[in-house]
């Protein structure tokens, strides 16, 4: 039981106790800003360096002395129809195929030409390479043509073309030569019939017997 009442006192004496103690309050040193003087410096004494422009004097070239080449005129000969114009014409297309044409110029050379479709023979190939002769409708041509040369020579040309092939007419073109053959002679053969032996029998004793 006394230990319980001094147990209690403790306590409560405990609780009642307040130290006297109070914190110390620290200020903050003043530090005074250093007295450094900041230094003095002076600019370099550097001069800028003068450059001089350079001395070079800029090349001087010559113009090449390549003479302009001279071209002489053409040596063509002159032609009297220098400039040729076209001084009539004509053209004249069918339906059913066959036209026509023709030209003239001032130089006097003249040209026309006409076509005409024609029934001819051909020959078809069947499937097996059979060859039939049927009628077929061709191309023919025909027309003349007349100019005059440099030298004056006057030509005139006229032709034909169609199941017969081109068949060109002029006094100008080359006729080809006529060859004529003659026909080889057989050579006559003279033969003498030959003669049938005469049989003269003998008797055997060396005598014919006639």
Same mark, same amino acid.
């Given at each position: 039981?006394?230990?319980?009442?001094?147990?209690v006192l403790a306590v409560a004496t405990a609780a009642s106790y307040k130290p006297a103690y109070k914190p110390p309050t620290y200020s903050a040193p003043a530090y005074s800003a250093p007295?450094? #003087?900041?230094?003095?410096y002076s600019a370099p004494a550097y001069s800028a360096p003068a450059y001089s422009a350079p001395a070079y004097s800029a090349p001087a070239y010559s113009a090449p002395a390549y003479p302009a080449p001279a071209y002489s005129a053409p040596a063509y000969k002159d032609n009297k129809y220098a400039d040729i114009t076209i001084t009539s014409q004509s053209d004249e297309r069918n339906l059913d195929g066959s036209s026509q044409w023709s030209y003239a110029q001032s130089d006097y *050379? *003249?040209?026309?030409? #006409?076509?005409?479709?024609?029934?001819?023979?051909?020959?078809?190939? /069947? #499937?097996?390479?059979?060859? *039939?002769?049927? /009628?077929?409708?061709g191309n023919t041509n025909k027309g003349s043509s007349y100019w005059v040369s440099p030298e004056g020579q006057k030509f005139t040309l006229t032709w034909a073309a169609d199941e017969a092939g081109f068949q060109p007419k002029g006094d100008h073109l080359p006729v080809a030569p006529v060859h004529e053959y003659e026909l080889p002679v057989a050579p006559v053969h003279e033969y003498e019939l030959p003669v049938a032996p005469v049989h003269i029998p003998f008797n055997g004793k060396g005598y014919k017997i006639y």
């Open positions: 039981m006394q230990f319980i009442i001094a147990a007295a450094y #003087s900041a230094p003095a *050379t *003249t040209r026309e030409e #006409s076509q005409v479709q024609k029934k001819m023979q051909g020959v078809k190939y /069947d #499937s097996y390479g059979k060859a *039939t002769y049927e /009628d077929v409708m």
